[in-house]
């Protein structure tokens, strides 16, 4: 099974729809970003993609201590550091591309639909350099950037531990002062992914622990940067650090990640260096976490992606049954079920992609300091990362099904992407974690007022939708309407319910998630068919793709924004009796 | 991990609100029916259930040409079949119990729950023997029945090839007659469940063929009986069948079921009789089809309340994060997201759980010949099927979500629930071919009229529902009469639609589907409700239970029936534009 990168769709959503030439470096344009989609295109088609089931089967194993990660995945990573994949959004004063998070994440979107388990250790090592670039001093920058930039290095993030998942206040990890500015680790983490790996000389180790004299709590907790190897002033490699992975995790998917249990200090404890100031580890976490999850977000629409294109080629090749009356095909794309699966996965993964580059650039535009951009992104991230990663899971789980019993075969590969794809509902923060973030941070404290700006947008849109004329536009106009009513309706109640009892919000909180994600979504899908309708009208472009852009936003109005008015239902009646259960008789 | 089995809700449900006993035989009662299910209770929960995770780890294995299955597994089905379990359903005259339909439904449950891939061979057996039970010669029943039916020896059902999934006219398999009234078969049959094992001395396969002058198509195929050991007249063993398995599936899971490839016939041809008359193979597989569909639906419920225990289980337990106020308990189960994900979950079970055991007395009815029962069971046996088995998966997902990271380690053993589920939306007819068959032959051919009574029946309730005090089931009767004016809409569009193109119907059958599975289970919860309310008035049963059927019924109207109105809107609305996408595109 090949995969082709979906370039038309992201160069038109990218270009046209999102619009990203505000956020483009000087001496940088479409053309320029248009050519690095397509190489891309062709790097994670021809030399990640087929790697992807033979690491699934594989693995990465623990060998005598040393992680070995799956053939051919070691000379991928070379090529793609090679390649300058690593660098596209690096700080170019530590050598990177200095390109917009929009453009990281359509590659990434690439990478992973490629292989996740292969684009997780660029999507990591990204977090890393993030963190890194903020908030680390001047010599940790002049001693890791350039390298983690260049993906000679990479990097981690070590943040849970078997009695603290998502909760850090239980981090219980140690750093002891020497006297010299650096720490003493020691402590054991768990689920660290490529928390050790053969792709590269080094990794660098971003971990959470406690000082001494912490306050107990969230407030306790400071960053350090560990190396697996020291590293001297002149950037050469010193002695073996004091930590090692001590086991991999035997996991549903990704297989081909190694998802570490790492020891740190089982002798005098791991050499580490204080990042920024001390208890301040978490507040440097959650900053660069929204990067992190618009990342694990365009990883739910990459799978979802390359399922999608596995089922289409098996439904096109696969005879059985007669075909209906009126269908030219003798395959299964013909049988009218077959194809509402395939069409509805394709809209969903198009309305998914467009809100995620649409996220991503609102985030380079608060990098920017554009005004009221950081809190759109904030209201938006935690909606990105649920709604994409939900899809991921229901598109694998539809193209298993489209693969009828050979679809229960592993060998046909369309299993994998069902089990990859389970990982990305729960890691950077569970998705009911993040609908509780959506509703407690994103909504409660600020009043509701970045998401009445965000509704006050989509009147904009329904305002141009309603002078076009035809049919398909006015029922996207209708029925997106619909769906903003709902989302008001239910964001008023939200406000209110919340003074009197502060579980209610969060009761309804997935629910809530699911009608923001459906109505953005459904508004990206209206704004590209806006677009694809004035194409059309001037006669420019390619025909058959406007066309599609218009019938699919109709398709993603009739068949998704149809389900907000439901979802308002059980936010508003249903919050109260879901609590009334008897807790003892679950 | 233990399992308990959910005697309660079944009891409750099978005398209080199915009513079983009309379909009971003389000698048994309720008090009977009770023991049975606590004694299945025990065997289920200690003897099988505690071999499934390592059943899911070694899986069957084909050594040497021979079937080895997971340790444990042997034992286990010898004490099932020495505790007459087996026999639960058989036909008296060879030494079945005679017990109905609705009991063994409720007891297929807990085998599930204790391991669905431990229960696939009694499951497939069953199916063999119901076959020869109405098809097979006396001399045929004589030879095979009371073997199959005590579990000395097991059945499988030989249909699919490689070249023919669900479409079993282009079924090759061959079977020439050689003059003494046997046949020599040969051919190759794929996916075929406890194809071979270690459990038996013998295994008699069901096996599709065609015969040398047989039409081309459907309409050419006929059934055989073909022992893997030949059996004498006096039922003794003889010489080894020609016929082999050749491989076993990698599947994603049920691992310890071994799905066998079988080849008949690498010599002369395997011996077969032919089972009644020639060229009516698939008429007779039909008939008994619907017993299995239900038994798959009740898969998909079994799956579910064990992956929902499992989840259960490990909110009590596992502490995180800070309780919110009024929350007494300082373990997720108190988080508000949490108790929704277990709430629906079990809310959802139950109504599936109410609906399967419904169609299962609909079926032991119509064996009676009772008016009408025929065509209700024809009608709720793909909604049963569909809509059982979606809820197998999307719970067993929710459970590894509950369990966060821990969900996707496999030790954990939430992911093998979700891996087991997957395969019952596939097999014994796609739920894609559930949903046509719904549309197409139990709605098209009779105009809706089995529809109509349904709709008829769902009016008695509302009726009842309307006469109850309380806002519970004010609520529930208002939701549940929105639903199936939703389901009667839609039943009268789609009827329509058929005679503007035949596409139609079939694009809307998977919406319709979940509409009429929506509705019906909401109906059944409703039921469970009136009779709830009418013990709690006469202070009789356990409270708190009857309370919590009574909200229950209202958290499903909250959450599930407010999803009718847009179902509807996507199948009035929606099923065109599907059909309009450009098959190109995709």
Chains 1, 2 share one sequence.
């Not at 990704?254 to 990042?275: Q, W």
């Not at 009218?336 to 198009?350: F, G, N």
């Not at 939200?494 to 699911?514: G, H, Q, T």
Request: aromatic share 6%.
């Amino acid at each position: 099974m090949t995969y082709q990168a979906p370039l038309d769709d992201i160069r038109f959503t990218l270009h046209r729809v999102v619009g990203v030439a505000d956020v483009l470096p000087e001496g940088i344009d479409s053309t320029d970003v248009d050519a690095i989609l397509e190489e891309a295109g062709k790097f994670a088609g021809s030399v990640i993609a087929p790697l992807n089931w033979g690491g699934d089967q594989h693995g990465a194993v623990l060998e005598n201590g040393v992680v070995r990660t799956a053939p051919g995945f070691r000379d991928a990573y070379h090529a793609f550091v090679e390649g300058g994949w690593n660098s596209v959004g690096g700080d170019p004063e530590f050598g990177g591309q200095g390109l917009p998070i929009a453009l990281s994440a359509a590659l990434s979107e690439l990478w992973n639909s490629a292989s996740m388990a292969f684009a997780l250790c660029p999507l990591l090592n990204l977090g890393a350099i993030e963190c890194l670039e903020r908030h680390g001093s001047d010599a940790q920058k002049q001693k890791y950037l350039a390298k983690m930039i260049e993906g000679t290095w990479t990097g981690t993030m070590n943040l849970t531990e078997p009695q603290a998942g998502s909760d850090l206040a239980a981090v219980r990890t140690k750093a002891v002062p020497v006297g010299d500015g650096t720490y003493r680790i020691s402590g054991q983490k768990i689920f660290i992914t490529y928390g050790d790996h053969d792709y590269t000389d080094n990794i660098i180790h971003l971990v959470l622990a406690r000082l001494p004299d912490a306050p107990p709590g969230v407030k306790g907790i400071s960053l350090f940067v560990v190396p697996k190897v020291m590293v001297g002033d002149d950037g050469s490699l010193g002695d073996k650090n004091d930590l090692r992975c001590v086991s991999l995790e035997h996991k549903l998917g990704i297989h081909a990640s190694p998802t570490a249990v790492m020891a740190y200090g089982d002798g005098e404890g791991a050499v580490g260096e204080l990042i920024g100031e001390a208890n301040r580890g978490l507040e440097y976490m959650f900053v660069m976490m929204n990067n992190a999850r618009l990342n694990v977000g365009v990883q739910g629409i990459g799978i979802a992606e390359r399922a999608y294109q596995h089922a289409v080629a098996y439904a096109r090749s696969r005879t059985q049954g007669k075909p209906l009356p009126g269908s030219p095909s003798q395959t299964i794309i013909a049988h009218p079920d077959v194809r509402r699966m395939l069409v509805l996965s394709k809209v969903k993964i198009e309305a998914a992609r467009a809100l995620a580059l649409e996220a991503a650039a609102v985030l380079d535009r608060a990098h920017k300091g554009i005004a009221g951009a950081q809190a759109r992104g904030d209201l938006l991230i935690p909606i990105v990362k649920s709604w994409s990663t939900d899809l991921g899971v229901s598109v694998a789980s539809t193209g298993v099904q489209i693969h009828g019993g050979m679809g229960f075969i592993e060998e046909t590969g369309a299993a994998q992407h069902l089990r990859d794809a389970r990982i990305a509902p729960i890691y950077e923060g569970t998705n009911g974690i993040q609908a509780a973030d959506l509703v407690g941070r994103k909504l409660l404290r600020d009043g509701g007022a970045a998401m009445t700006a965000l509704i006050a947008d989509i009147s904009a849109t329904l305002g141009q939708l309603a002078e076009q004329p035809g049919d398909d536009l006015a029922v996207v106009a209708q029925n997106l309407s619909i769906g903003q009513s709902a989302l008001r309706e239910a964001t008023d109640w939200l406000l209110l319910a919340a003074k009197e009892d502060m579980r209610l919000p969060f009761a309804a909180s997935s629910a809530y998630l699911d009608l923001a994600g459906i109505v953005a979504g459904g508004w990206m899908l209206a704004r590209s068919a806006l677009v694809a309708q004035a194409d059309l009208a001037q006669g420019g472009g390619h025909a058959a793709f406007l066309e599609a852009k218009i019938i699919g936003a109709r398709i993603f109005a009739e068949h998704e924004l149809v389900r907000a008015t439901g979802l308002l239902e059980s936010i508003r009646a249903g919050s109260k009796s879901l609590l009334q259960y008897d807790e003892a008789l679950l």
